[in-house]
């Protein structure tokens, strides 16, 4: 089954990681290791929230909001998307990334696709 983990954390939990000497290498080195167990299917960090742009269509209008949808304490950072056979391996795959130590890391199991008709 496929899961979706979704990685938030805020620019003090970014200041955190950084005194604790969390690095770029360990995001690396756990991405090869999920990727080794056959786990890893995709994943991206993405940029600050402050280059997100809201898109909704209201009475056939589209309206767009620079930012993100709403205002947080933590932020998206990044998602990964995993192979697991349960929600057990699903959550100790995301208890294994870094950034979990110091924002949190959202586990949603992805809905199956029905086959084309």
Do not use: C, W
């Amino acid at each position: 089954m496929k899961y979706l983990l979704l990685a938030y954390q805020s620019e003090e939990d970014l200041r955190l990681e950084a005194e604790q000497g969390v690095t770029m290498q360990d995001y690396i080195d756990y991405a090869n290791r999920i990727h080794a167990n056959g786990n890893y299917v995709a994943g991206e960090a993405l940029e600050p929230t402050a280059s997100a742009t809201t898109v909704q269509v209201r009475n056939g209008k589209i309206l767009t909001t620079d930012g993100p949808f709403a205002e947080t304490k933590e932020q998206l950072g990044g998602f990964l998307l995993i192979e697991a056979k349960d929600l057990d391996e699903a959550v100790r795959i995301a208890a294994g990334f870094p950034g979990s130590r110091y924002g949190s890391v959202e586990v949603r199991p992805i809905l199956p696709t029905p086959p084309p008709e």
